[in-house]
């Protein structure tokens, strides 16, 4: 299960990227060269994210498509399935571009918890 080793070096930057602040969220754009499962990416996800910053965050998984170039018929098209054959005429003989990325795009903190219900965030502690 390969989604493993991608989660751990996400949980790794996501780790980096909080500078210790709580992750509720996180939002990852992967190719679909990367041929992940989506649950089989939440689990390591979970796994992974085990006794850090993201314990317990929501997994927003977003698969990008491949870009399939058809050498029989010069179709271009997108695909999710890298094991495509080319939609215009069949063919198996296309070559790939793209698909291949892993993108943390975005990440959602957990809000301060103030001590004083109704306090603003800006005041100063003499307000």
Not at 36 to 45: H, I, K, L, Y
Not at 62 to 78: A, H, M, Q, W
Not at 108 to 122: D, M
Request: proline share 3%; charged share 25%; hydrophobic share 40%.
């Amino acid at each position: 299960m390969h989604e493993i080793g991608l989660c751990e070096g996400l949980v790794d930057l996501v780790g980096r990227q909080a500078a210790g602040r709580r992750v509720t969220g996180v939002k990852v754009r992967v190719g679909a060269r990367h041929a992940v499962v989506d649950e089989a990416f939440g689990q390591a996800f979970a796994l992974a994210a085990e006794n850090t910053v993201a314990e317990g965050a929501r997994l927003d998984l977003v698969v990008s498509p491949v870009t399939l170039l058809c050498k029989g018929c010069g179709r271009v098209s997108d695909s999710l399935d890298v094991l495509a054959e080319c939609p215009g005429c069949g063919g198996d003989d296309v070559a790939y571009q793209g698909g291949d990325e892993l993108v943390l795009e975005s990440l959602t903190f957990e809000e301060p918890a103030f001590e004083e219900e109704g306090r603003c965030a800006s005041a100063s502690p003499a307000d």
